[in-house]
């Protein structure tokens, strides 16, 4: 064996795959070595065949072989197509002793294979996969098959090829779409039992488009040696080879839903493979967090994790007609953590219970990237602009406002974020995709401090005059308390202007708390007309700081107890939101007590 061979060992079905640059040579002596007067028969599809038709034909040069080329894509794996390649094969008298090579992507690796399977009950055939999803995943194993109207691969054999040349210079013509495509089928294997192979797409996966050859030859031998190493010890799929069908259930039935040729298998996978992993965190199989590392990865790559035209209805009745069913139940391979998963037979009519909830999430989850994409890009202006212009366009568009509200966090207004989530979340309280942003802009908010501590205002240069009268001085003709602490003193009348309030209270966690000596303290009276003088300035979560203060002192204190009555009815949208943010802080165990 040579570092760029791989052999599947699988006793008298073993074969070599060869990984190799400029694979003609090797394929060219691999043939006349193992073929020697056998025809050669050649299934490929129009696009492959345009770009590297004159290739194979020259490496078959003294080879007697014959090319038969079908129309590419998936809405073609169709019997009438298995069909025209038994035609072919016949009218090209093919024999026991003959070698079909599937030279193209998985659709015409699983198609051709599944010919030369049914063909005079099997004769030999070899994969050239010229696809990277083929090149990791359906070229090797022996899956052949095509399938029907109700279901996906529904009609199939297991057929090992004689032999498996990949060359990733092939990826070099092959379109962004298709690679990221193939992508999922190696992210799945990670997922499924390469812990490495995954902290590897973690790390370099979002930056896919600018991988060089070495980068995809590791990523592709990596794939290969997982696939092959779990086909060994398993060839039929009777119990270890399922969990390579992570993100299949699923997946295969939102490309089924869709109709083929709408989704790339890939993208399908990709799709299924982050609402299986939802499902698994909703069946507390899957934890959190590694739903988060797979739906931001995936989200980075820019895969699309949903189809909005696909209706729930016909996802679920294509979860019914999945091959992997075992009569109302389907096994499932479930994530544990990236690189170890376990197969749990599920009931089909639990799965398409979960969809609807999957689907919310899978939305929730995009719609959150999204705004934080925008937001946290160099964009941020412009993306705020389009975003704002969306919003005056259909002041009732929710989606809109949620993500401009997130916008709006990301960019560090936090008051506008407030307001824009509040509309959303007024009207519509179980707005989850609100109620998530609107739990970012509360972690947001700076750290409560100590209970008393946390009621100083920012407006220390603000002057008891009177019983309940107030005035803004400059700092430094603010008089300190008095030794006994009896309240503050009236001051001298300041000269020059009031000092402008802050907009924010500024909390600095890593800066020292000043010196007793030379910070004025804190106004040790708190007043509903305070308050006012707060709310005034915009300044809310302190107006209410101060208030709830007077109440715990004084609970039956009348007009701290109307003027909370007054201030809820003055803004419902902001109660329902304290209520939203307080049921939960409690769930979450958050202390927003410093923050109403
Ligand atoms: N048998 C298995 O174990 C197995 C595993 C995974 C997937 N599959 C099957 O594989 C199929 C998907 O395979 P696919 O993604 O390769 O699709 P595909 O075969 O349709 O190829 C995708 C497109 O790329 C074009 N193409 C192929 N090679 C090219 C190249 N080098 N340069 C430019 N264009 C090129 C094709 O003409 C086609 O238009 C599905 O039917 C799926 O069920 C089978």
Not at 204 to 222: H, M
Not at 316 to 323: I, L
Not at 577 to 582: K, T, V
Request: glycine residues 10%; contains cysteine; aromatic residues 6%.
């Amino acid at each position: 064996m040579t570092p760029g061979t791989r052999t599947v060992t699988l006793g008298d079905r073993s074969y070599d795959i060869f990984f190799d640059r400029n694979i003609y040579p090797a394929l060219q002596e691999w043939i006349c070595r193992f073929h020697p007067g056998g025809s050669v028969h050649v299934v490929t599809d129009g696009n492959v065949a345009s770009i590297y038709g004159d290739d194979i034909r020259r490496c078959l040069v003294g080879i007697s072989h014959e090319m038969l080329i079908l129309p590419p894509g998936e809405e073609h794996k169709v019997l009438s197509t298995v069909g025209r390649i038994y035609g072919f094969l016949a009218e090209g008298s093919a024999g026991r002793e003959s070698l079909v090579i599937a030279f193209g992507g998985g659709v015409i690796g699983d198609l051709a294979g599944f010919a030369a399977a049914t063909f005079l009950r099997g004769i030999s055939f070899i994969q050239v996969p010229t696809t990277l999803l083929a090149q990791v995943d359906s070229s090797v194993g022996g899956k052949t098959g095509f399938n029907l109207p109700e279901g996906k691969n529904l009609v199939g054999a297991f057929h090992q090829p004689r032999a498996v040349f990949i060359d990733d210079a092939f990826l070099l013509t092959l379109d962004d779409r298709n690679l990221r495509a193939g992508l999922a089928e190696i992210m799945k294997c990670g997922l499924a039992g390469d812990p490495e192979l995954w902290e590897r797409l973690l790390d370099r996966g979002s930056r896919w488009k600018s991988f060089s050859g070495d980068d995809w030859q590791w990523l592709i031998r990596r794939a290969v040696d997982y696939k092959a190493s779990v086909v060994e010890r398993d060839e039929r799929e009777s119990s270890l080879r399922k969990v390579l069908n992570l993100g299949h259930t699923i997946g295969h039935s939102l490309e089924q839903a869709g109709g083929y040729g709408r989704l790339l298998h890939g993208e399908a996978v990709a799709m299924g493979l982050a609402w299986e992993a939802v499902l698994g965190m909703r069946l507390g199989v899957t934890g959190e967090e590694a739903v988060d590392g797979l739906v931001s990865l995936l989200l980075a790559m820019g895969y699309d994790l949903d189809v909005p035209g696909i209706p729930l209805a016909s996802i679920s009745a294509a979860v019914g007609m999945d091959k992997k069913r075992v009569e109302s139940d389907v096994d499932l391979p479930q994530i544990v953590r990236p690189g170890s998963c376990e197969i749990r037979r599920i009931p089909l009519a639990e799965i398409r219970r979960e969809l609807p909830g999957i689907r919310a999430e899978i939305r929730e989850r995009s719609a959150v990237r999204e705004a934080g994409t925008a937001a946290g890009s160099g964009e941020t202006a412009e993306t705020l602009q389009s975003l704002e212009q969306r919003v005056a366009a259909d002041p009732r568009d929710a989606r809109a406002i949620t993500l401009l509200a997130d916008a709006y966090r990301k960019s560090g207004n936090v008051a506008a974020a407030w307001e824009a989530i509040q509309e959303v979340l007024g009207r519509d309280p179980s707005d989850t995709m609100a109620q998530r942003v609107a739990s970012d802009l509360a972690n947001t908010l700076p750290a409560p401090v100590e209970e008393h501590a946390q009621v100083t205002p920012p407006l220390e240069n603000l002057v008891l005059l009177d019983e309940d009268a107030y005035e803004i001085r400059v700092a430094d003709a603010v008089a300190p308390l008095g030794e006994e602490g009896e309240g503050l003193r009236a001051p001298e009348p300041a000269a020059g202007p009031p000092v402008p309030i802050p907009e924010e209270p500024v909390v600095d966690p890593g800066e020292p708390p000043p010196a007793p000596v030379e910070s004025p303290p804190a106004p040790a009276v708190w007043t509903v007309t305070l308050a006012d003088v707060y709310w005034a300035q915009g300044e809310r979560a302190t107006a209410r700081k101060i208030v709830r203060q007077i109440l715990m002192e004084e609970p039956r204190n009348e007009r701290a107890l109307a003027w909370t009555a007054a201030r809820g009815k003055e803004d419902p949208v902001e109660t329902a939101l304290g209520a939203f943010l307080d049921t939960t802080a409690k769930e979450y165990g958050y202390d927003l007590s410093g923050h109403h």
